[in-house]
């Protein structure tokens, strides 16, 4: 009789890597609150994206979070506004939510002599991609996406 070789074990599969989480800020839904997000964003973000991301998401930020303020929330009640920065898909994404029930829409340019109205013109000129998504329960977040630096 032949002796016993034990059969061999299958790998391991390799785990996957796990992704990174969002780094997530909740702010009042006041204009004043607008520059925290900026500086809170860029806080986040890792030194080395600075140069080439660090603008362009502060910029983003201050555009998306004030329009959830002036559009999504009232200042009657205890609203909130949500913001949310994280890496995936060779992008950095940055997601504003609010309570509020509209759904922001790009329109054309504004007046010339309009003092408001092109927050959604610069975070599509921006952002490599960005859409509306409604939340469970009520409200909605502006999701906005730009590609992280080429290596």
């Given at each position: 009789?032949?002796?016993?070789?034990?059969?061999?074990?299958?790998p391991t599969?390799?785990t996957?890597?796990?992704?990174?989480?969002?780094?997530?800020?909740?702010?009042?839904?006041?204009?004043?609150?607008?520059?925290?997000?900026?500086?809170?964003?860029l806080?986040?973000?890792?030194?080395?994206?600075?140069p080439?991301?660090?603008?362009e998401?502060?910029?983003?930020?201050?555009?998306?979070v004030?329009n959830a303020?002036?559009?999504g929330?009232?200042?009657?009640?205890?609203h909130?506004?949500?913001?949310?920065?994280?890496?995936?898909d060779g992008?950095?994404?940055?997601?504003?939510?609010?309570?509020?029930p509209?759904r922001?829409a790009?329109?054309?340019?504004?007046?010339s002599?309009a003092?408001?109205?092109?927050?959604?013109?610069?975070?599509?000129?921006?952002?490599?991609?960005?859409?509306?998504?409604p939340?469970?329960?009520r409200?909605?977040?502006?999701?906005?996406?730009?590609?992280?630096?080429?290596r």
């Amino acid at each position: 009789m032949p002796p016993h070789r034990p059969s061999p074990t299958p790998p391991t599969p390799p785990t996957p890597p796990i992704p990174p989480l969002p780094v997530r800020w909740t702010f009042p839904a006041h204009p004043l609150w607008v520059q925290r997000a900026r500086h809170a964003v860029l806080d986040a973000l890792p030194r080395a994206h600075h140069p080439r991301l660090g603008d362009e998401l502060q910029l983003l930020a201050s555009e998306l979070v004030t329009n959830a303020v002036r559009h999504g929330t009232h200042p009657t009640g205890d609203h909130r506004v949500e913001l949310l920065l994280w890496p995936a898909d060779g992008h950095y994404w940055l997601a504003v939510s609010d309570p509020g029930p509209g759904r922001p829409a790009l329109t054309t340019a504004p007046d010339s002599a309009a003092c408001g109205g092109r927050g959604l013109l610069l975070v599509d000129a921006l952002a490599a991609a960005w859409g509306v998504v409604p939340r469970r329960g009520r409200g909605k977040a502006v999701v906005a996406g730009v590609p992280l630096p080429a290596r």
